[in-house]
């Protein structure tokens, strides 16, 4: 299985700053088909998952243009430009290269 | 407008099964592959199963052989039939629907609780 390493694991931050969340694989996700699927979520507590980046870098209908997503190969970097109050939660990586899909442990973003 | 509804979870004692369903609207069924994944109670997210659009499926090692999942294509419905239940397997899982790798949609999830 594709393990997939997020960090930081925790991110206590102010707000109005910037913010990265990195995501490494141990093995390249390009698919054959030459795309790289790897996905970006947001949980808030008590909420189901929700997508904000597919496939790298394009970023899901709604979602502020604060978030940002890049990469390729094995490293890739979900950034915030300025953290708002409502960015709170849990961010995963999430890959769909290859079955079966694996999740990063997720970073836990909290106001200072 | 999307709706991905499941249903079927609960409390249930160890080594009991239990089927939880997933009734899919808004979109082209059969363009979807689908996924169950998990999440334990402060936990983070599992991928537990998924079934392509011709009915081929997969699992993680931690359910294969107890866990069967199955889609019904006349009523836009995917289901998973949970047997010989451990208390591991509690969990909130949610129903995905994924047409090219980007797991679109999401459901809300249904709350299965395993104990005695």
């Known amino acids: 299985d594709v393990v997939l390493t997020q960090s930081p694991l925790s991110l206590p931050v102010t707000l109005g700053q910037p913010v990265s969340i990195s995501c490494r694989s141990r093995?390249?996700?390009?698919?054959?088909?030459?795309?790289?699927?790897l996905n970006w979520f947001h949980q808030r507590p008590g909420q189901a998952p929700r997508r904000l980046i597919y496939?790298?870098?394009n970023r899901d209908s709604g979602v502020p243009d604060r978030f940002s997503g890049s990469g390729s190969g094995t490293d890739f970097t979900l950034k915030i430009s300025r953290v708002e109050a409502e960015d709170v939660g849990v961010y995963y990586c999430?890959?769909?290269?290859?079955?079966?899909?694996?999740f990063g442990q997720g970073t836990k973003l909290e106001i200072k | 407008e999307v709706h991905l509804v499941e249903s079927g979870g609960g409390l249930v004692q160890p080594g009991r099964s239990l089927r939880l369903s997933c009734a899919a609207s808004?979109?082209?069924?059969?363009?979807?592959?689908f996924h169950w994944v998990r999440q334990a109670p402060g936990r983070g997210l599992e991928w537990v199963s998924g079934?392509?659009?011709?009915?081929?499926?997969d699992y993680a090692d931690s359910v294969k052989g107890r866990f069967t999942v199955s889609r019904d294509t006349a009523k836009n419905s995917l289901s998973l039939q949970m047997d010989s239940l451990r208390a591991e397997d509690t969990a909130l899982y949610y129903c995905?629907?994924?047409?090219?790798?980007?797991?679109?949609?999401w459901g809300q999830g249904t709350l299965v609780t395993v104990s005695s």
């Open positions: 995905i629907g994924d047409k090219a790798g980007d797991l679109e949609f």
């Open positions: 808004g979109f082209n069924f059969d363009q979807y592959v």
């Open positions: 079934i392509y659009q011709n009915g081929a499926t």
């Open positions: 093995q390249r996700l390009v698919h054959g088909d030459g795309r790289t699927y």
């Open positions: 496939r790298v870098s």
């Open positions: 999430v890959q769909a290269t290859t079955w079966p899909y694996t």
